[in-house]
């Protein structure tokens, strides 16, 4: 139901732009919902990076305020996190979802370098 992609391979202080696509949901269902971008990093737990209202409404954990930004484009079905000056904690495998989780897409692999 939902695609993740955008991630890579990027140096400490670099960007990427990923963007999630949830092309065989109905509009109406996809706008229902909040949505939100996940990461589980290596020996880590999963955890909730960022979330979006239907009207874009944000909400950022703590460890990315300030770098990252949500957001959606609901005609399009589709869901983008804007990350900016990235760290090496920040690698993980980002997963984007509604919140709460509900789908278990397939991820995508961030690696930043130091």
């Given at each position: 139901?939902l695609?993740a992609?955008g991630?890579?391979?990027v ?6 732009r990923l963007?999630c696509?949830?092309?065989a949901m109905?509009?109406?269902v996809?706008n229902?919902y909040i949505?939100?971008?996940y ?6 737990q999963?955890e909730?990076?960022a979330?979006i209202t239907?009207g ?14 949500i957001?959606r ?6 869901v983008?996190?804007q990350m900016n ?11 984007c ?6 789908f278990?897409g397939?991820?995508?692999q961030?690696?930043?370098?130091s």
């Open positions: 139901q695609q992609s991630g890579g391979l140096q400490a202080g670099g960007s990427l963007s696509a949830a092309p109905i509009t109406s996809f229902s949505m939100g971008w990461r589980q990093g290596p020996g880590k999963r909730l990076v979330t239907k874009g409404t944000t909400d950022y954990a703590d460890s990315v305020k300030g770098r990252f930004t957001s484009d609901n005609a399009k079905k589709r983008y996190l000056n990235l760290k090496p904690e920040d690698t993980a495998v980002y997963y979802d509604s919140d709460p989780q509900q278990w397939q991820g995508t961030v690696t930043v370098s």
